[in-house]
């Protein structure tokens, strides 16, 4: 079979089989096919598109293309979420200790940060003595024993995938349905879990600028997955602002903690009281109603909470820092920013506060990029709230004293302030199942 024919047919708006999808693939990753032909076909797909016949084949290809996960052990139990990428969404440190106080099994695999997003792996880090780095038999009995583990994503998994996204990075091609849809869900479908929540994140700091655009692609992922033999269903949330008050890796995991002992309500319980809620639904065989009640009993009676300091715990974290922030990374700088005039926060630019907090050095522009845990930004204020001129809006952290100025102007570039009370989504848009 040769590449040029695979290209040719896909340009002219044809339909791939399944050999010449896994010809390519094992081609690529096996160095057969060089870039330029793989870039060529990646164009030719940008613009042609593929069947959902295709997209599910292209993604089980990758899926294969290196080392996969086996949960089957946990039967229908095991679960996990994907979320598209926010600013200040520490969902996972939430979601996940709440589905393993109920039973479910959470063996997950995550990412680090990249610009103004931020990754669970670097959350993770921030707690002192946290091991991100686990091998695949300790994954696997941690998440026997207590019921979750969340490791790093392993350098072997979806190869495919990683070579295919550089690619797709330098040569215009991310925003294809099909190979956004293909890209994501080859990399759950290795990590093994039978059920799958995907948080699809629209608004000013989400990949997926627009409502439409963000259906489209949930829609996509949930066919595709289902295609391939699991379960799945997507959110879409809100992402107009930052989730929660906290935007920063230590500061993060502060927040999530304090959520799951009950002292926070509002957009970010909300979040993930749905995602958790789609997650048991899925993986407990409970209705959506069950599935919710039982998941606030998890907050309300503790034992989520104590599920998170067991994970902690069993990944040689320090768990002291749970129960009081102050003893998680400190900064040794910080500045409160006042409010330049009165009225009502109309908008949060979520990226660019995304960027702010990149700029006190909690997050990275480039991979190698190493992370200040302590810097971010806690916000005292959030949109549709009423401020009076000079009262506090958010308060930076840093360790580089320097980064201060240009992160405040960054910080105040993103809020804008009107007189009228704005109207803004709701944080859970829809759901897709
Ligand atoms: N995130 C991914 O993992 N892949 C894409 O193609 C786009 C966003």
């Given at each position: 079979m040769r590449m040029y024919d695979i290209i040719k047919k896909k340009r002219d708006g044809g339909v791939l089989t399944s050999a010449e999808i896994e010809a390519f693939i094992e081609g690529y990753v096996g160095g057969e096919i060089p870039d330029y032909q793989a870039s060529a076909l990646m164009m030719a797909i940008y613009f042609r598109s593929m069947t959902d016949e295709e997209?599910?084949?292209?993604?089980?290809?990758?899926?294969?293309?290196?080392?996969?996960?086996?949960?089957?052990?946990?039967?229908?139990?095991?679960?996990?979420?994907?979320?598209?990428?926010?600013?200040?969404?520490?969902t996972t440190l939430i979601v996940?200790?709440?589905?393993?106080?109920?039973?479910?099994?959470?063996a997950k695999m995550t990412g680090r940060g990249l610009g103004h997003t931020g990754g669970t792996a670097?959350?993770?880090e921030s707690i002192k003595g946290f091991r991100t780095s686990l091998s695949v038999e300790e994954f696997i009995s941690q998440t026997e024993k207590i019921g979750i583990a969340v490791t790093a994503q392993s350098g072997n998994l979806t190869p495919a995938d990683k070579m295919l996204y550089s690619l797709r990075d330098v040569t215009a091609t991310v925003d294809s349905i099909p190979l956004i849809t293909s890209s994501i869900m080859s990399k759950k479908l290795a990590a093994g879990s039978k059920n799958i929540v995907l948080d699809v994140k629209t608004g000013s700091g989400a990949f997926m600028k627009t409502e439409e655009d963000a259906k489209i692609l949930a829609e996509n992922m949930v066919r595709i997955g289902k295609k391939c033999g699991r379960n799945v269903s997507a959110l879409i949330t809100n992402m107009d602002r930052p989730l929660g008050f906290a935007v920063g890796n230590a500061l993060e995991v502060a927040e999530a903690a304090k959520v799951l002992r009950g002292e926070q309500k509002g957009d970010l319980y909300e979040v993930c009281v749905a995602l958790a809620t789609e997650m048991a639904a899925l993986s407990l065989r409970l209705s959506p109603e069950d599935a919710k009640q039982a998941v606030i009993k998890a907050i309300a009676d503790g034992s989520a909470y104590k599920k998170m300091k067991d994970w902690i715990s069993a990944q040689g974290g320090d768990t002291a820092c749970i129960d009081d922030a102050s003893l998680l990374p400190q900064a040794s700088f910080k500045?409160?920013?006042?409010?330049?005039?009165?009225?009502?926060?109309?908008?949060?630019?979520?990226?660019?506060?995304?960027?702010?907090?990149?700029?006190?050095?909690?997050?990275?522009l480039k991979k190698e990029d190493t992370i200040d845990y302590a810097a971010g930004i806690i916000l005292n204020k959030k949109t549709g709230d009423y401020i009076k001129s000079g009262e506090q809006l958010c308060v930076l952290y840093t360790n580089n004293e320097a980064s201060l100025v240009s992160a405040e102007a960054k910080y105040l570039e993103a809020v804008s302030f009107s007189q009228r009370e704005p109207v803004f989504r709701?944080?859970?848009i829809e759901i897709v199942r």
């Open positions: 997209t599910a084949l292209l993604t089980d290809a990758m899926a294969r293309s290196g080392e996969t996960v086996d949960l089957s052990r946990f039967g229908n139990l095991s679960v996990d979420k994907h979320s598209t990428g926010g600013v200040g969404d520490k996940a200790p709440i589905l393993a106080s109920l039973g479910a099994r959470v670097d959350k993770l500045k409160t920013v006042y409010a330049p005039c009165e009225g009502f926060i109309e908008k949060m630019d979520a990226e660019a506060i995304g960027t702010a907090v990149v700029m006190l050095g909690g997050g990275r709701p944080e859970i």
